[in-house]
């Protein structure tokens, strides 16, 4: 969800790395437990909250990912 | 544990389609702020996802979607989150009456029924706004410089309004605006967003035609309004667990590459190409609706039954039209991005190049719009003191806004020098309630015209440095002012404000003397054939087009010129006249004997000149008072209006 710079912690290259590994986890691990997780967040009432946070996490992760991918492939926004 | 009956089991071929779709869905979203999820609950539908499953799961993918696209183009500025913000709360209203009425119809009518309820939304809302859409981003891709918009008059009037106690400063409008506009518009797009699944139809042309926000910044803003939207109505299904996260994820997967690099987009096109691809897809889902409304007619029977192979081959046209919208707007997406960036590299190429040594053979159009301040006519400072000298600049500073549809950002100066200061407090606060209700006075006079008007009250202790940090601050295209004549050792001693600003400022200074009207009956363009007097050309030029006014180019000789000199003048002059009459402006050149400002100033009166532009060689400090400045000696003889252009 970040533009890469070179002042925060560590290279665009690394961090799309690092988000990447994290995001394919997270999405391998909803392939994993694709039914105890679709059973959890499909119960409804209180458990509403379960759908809107792994939305969150997975948007926070992903979108970083997506970012710096962009980025390392030199298409940045114009200056 | 099982699967619930309403979640279908998924296989690679169906989470290949749905990355693909979701990725050019998030592309079209991270451009237009909205627009790219309609084909994905038909999408997921064709795929055996029960409806109510595809919309709360498409739902579930469009916040965060709009939340990391949000994040992305704030970065560039463009996000006006307040404004999303509260356009949101009040679609959250309008989602909920629009899903009532949908229930509604769906009680009354059935299946049938509610599908032409949504369909003729679509041909209805989409035709009339969608195709006015196209026209303005066809009626914009032909000015001259397009990325300037200008404010609607529909906005203008509503930036005008004042309401007590409903009023709310919202940057992307650098205005102040009542709510009591915005809700009912975010009411609309909620509407919208229950019916169509896409509210940014209605929310991004609301905010740029009736707000007032340049086209960029309503389709980012229209991301936070889809963020809070799509926030409540996921909780909302999720309450009832029909969210099929999954489905939701994957979407997201690709639609987060996609939305990412829309965003990018938008920091290389033009204003238009955001209405384009808005209009575009648009016009197109509306024929992909229209398509089918036969189908549904036919099912309530009000018209006679189609032939039985018949249903199903217009849903399937009309399913293919509607990816060919998505498709037509990613493809826009795509090749403005793809020219940008090669313009981009090409420009950065070009600028390592050495320049070229020799003199143009054409008229130079500045490339920035800040060196044709002309062509924008968005914001007009203006200095006032509340004497007699800056009310020429007020009277027609209201009367150009008026015409060209900008704002008028006013600024009234009381200078904090010791003199003031040491006379005590009370004067001080006497001039400051002086200065107040003078800029009171001229934004009732303003607003009266109908013209967005802010007023801006500076206690400092330099005047022209004052008006200068305005325009920056402002991002003026022009500044207005008028003028106190100092001559002689009282110039060089005191100096003067005027002339101060036009060595300072960012953009082009128009210096109106008290007495003078700007009438548009002639201009004196005056030139040496220096860049700034090329960039002067193409100021006069816009103005000339834009008041159908005649031009006389005036090239100056001085008896010490050498003959060289004085050839030159005359292609000078034989280039001006040919570009302005190349431009459609009445043109005559002339290239006098004499001191250059008298000789202009001759020229002017005999004329009968309402505006002398010039360009500004932009000299300050001692380089002015040893060089002196024509541009000044002319101010100082002529009694019409200056427009001094700058160059940076």
């Known amino acids: 969800m970040t533009d890469s710079t070179t002042t925060g ?71 | 544990m099982e699967i619930a009956a309403n979640f279908i089991p998924l296989n690679a071929l169906d989470v290949t389609y749905l990355l693909v779709v979701g990725f050019i869905g998030g592309l ?13 609950t038909p999408a997921m539908m064709s795929m055996g996802v029960p409806g109510i499953v595809a919309v709360a799961s498409n739902i579930c993918h469009k916040f965060p979607k709009a939340l990391v696209g949000a994040i992305k183009r704030a970065r560039y500025g463009q996000v006006d989150v307040k404004l999303g913000i509260v356009l949101g709360i009040s679609a959250e209203a309008g989602v909920i009456y629009g899903a009532h009425i949908q229930e509604d119809i769906h009680r009354r009518f059935g299946d049938a029924g509610s599908n032409l309820y949504v369909s003729l939304a679509f041909v209805i809302i989409l035709g009339i706004i969608g195709s006015y859409i196209l026209w303005d981003a066809m009626k914009t891709r032909d000015t ?9 008059r529909l906005a203008r009037w509503v930036q ?75 909780m909302k299904f999720s309450w009832s667990g029909l969210v099929d996260i999954r489905l939701a994820m994957i979407i997201l997967a690709g639609s987060l590459f996609g939305i990412q690099l829309g965003a990018i987009g938008t920091t290389y096109v033009k204003p238009h190409m955001i209405k384009m691809v808005m209009g575009v897809i648009m016009v197109l889902v509306l024929v992909s609706r229209a398509i089918v409304i036969p189908v549904y007619l036919s099912e309530l029977e009000l018209i006679d039954k189609l032939a039985p ?34 313009l981009q590299r090409r420009e950065a190429a070009f600028a390592g190049a050495p320049s070229a040594a020799f003199a143009p053979s054409t008229v130079t159009t500045p490339i920035s719009p800040q060196l044709s301040p002309l062509g924008r006519f968005e914001r007009f400072l203006v200095a006032t003191d509340g004497s007699e000298y800056s009310a020429g600049a007020v009277r027609e500073a209201i009367n150009m806004a008026q015409k060209c549809g900008a704002r008028l950002h006013i600024i009234s100066i009381v200078a904090g020098d010791a003199e003031i200061e040491s006379m005590g407090q009370p004067l001080l606060k006497k001039e400051l309630d002086t200065a107040q209700a003078h800029l009171e006075t001229v934004k009732a006079q303003a607003e009266a015209s109908g013209i967005a008007c802010e007023t801006h009250l500076v206690h400092g202790s330099n005047v022209h440095q004052e008006v ?24 060089l001693m005191v100096g003067d404000t005027t002339v101060k600003t036009i060595g300072h400022a960012p953009c082009g200074v128009l210096v109106i003397p008290r007495a003078a009207a700007l009438s548009g009956r002639h201009f004196v363009l005056a030139s040496d054939g220096s860049r700034y007097a090329d960039a002067a050309a193409v100021a006069a030029v816009n103005l000339a087009k834009y008041c159908h006014t005649p031009v006389t180019a005036v090239s100056v000789i001085m008896p010490s010129h050498s003959e ?15 570009f302005l009459r190349k431009e459609g402006v009445t043109a005559e050149g002339e290239v006098p004997l004499g001191q250059p400002d008298e000789m202009i100033v001759q020229i002017a009166q005999k004329r009968q000149a309402d505006l002398i532009v010039m360009g500004s060689h932009g000299r300050t400090g001692l380089e002015r008072i040893l060089l002196g400045s024509t541009v000044e000696r002319v101010l100082n003889r002529t009694s019409c209006a200056v427009l001094v252009v700058k160059t940076s």
């Open chain 2, 28 to 40: 079209v979203s991270g451009f237009i702020g909205s627009g790219g999820a309609f084909v994905l």
């Open chain 2, 468 to 491: 200068v940090n305005e325009a920056e601050r402002t991002q003026a295209d022009l500044v207005i002012m008028g003028r106190r004549g100092r001559h002689g050792l009282a110039r």
């Open chain 2, 564 to 578: 060289e000199r004085r050839k030159e003048a005359h292609s000078i002059i034989k280039r001006l006249v040919a």
């Open chain 2, 144 to 152: 001259a410089n397009d990325k300037e918009e200008k404010v609607a």
């Open chain 2, 309 to 342: 192979h018949l249903p199903g081959a217009l849903k399937n046209i009309s399913f293919v039209v509607l990816i060919a919208a998505l498709a037509s707007g990613a493809a826009i997406v795509f090749s403005a991005l793809w020219r940008g960036i090669s």
């Open chain 2, 160 to 234: 005008s309004i004042h309401i007590p106690g409903t009023m709310v400063y919202f940057k992307s409008l650098n205005a102040r605006v009542s709510v009591l506009f915005t809700l009912p518009l975010g009411f609309a797009t909620g509407m919208l967003a229950a019916t169509i699944a896409v509210g940014g139809f209605i929310g991004v042309p609301a905010m740029h035609y009736v707000l007032g926000a340049p086209a960029l910044m309503a389709s980012a803003t229209e991301l936070v309004t889809a963020f809070v939207m799509g926030l409540g109505g996921t």
């Open chain 1, 9 to 79: 912690a560590g290279k665009p290259l690394t961090r799309a790395v690092v988000y990447g590994l994290v995001s394919v986890a997270l999405y391998f691990m909803l392939y994993l437990f694709e039914d105890s997780i679709l059973a959890f967040t499909s119960r409804g009432r209180w458990y509403f909250i379960a759908p809107v946070v792994i939305a969150l996490v997975f948007s926070y992760v992903h979108g970083a990912f997506t970012g710096h991918f962009w980025d390392i492939l030199g298409i940045k926004a114009r200056k």
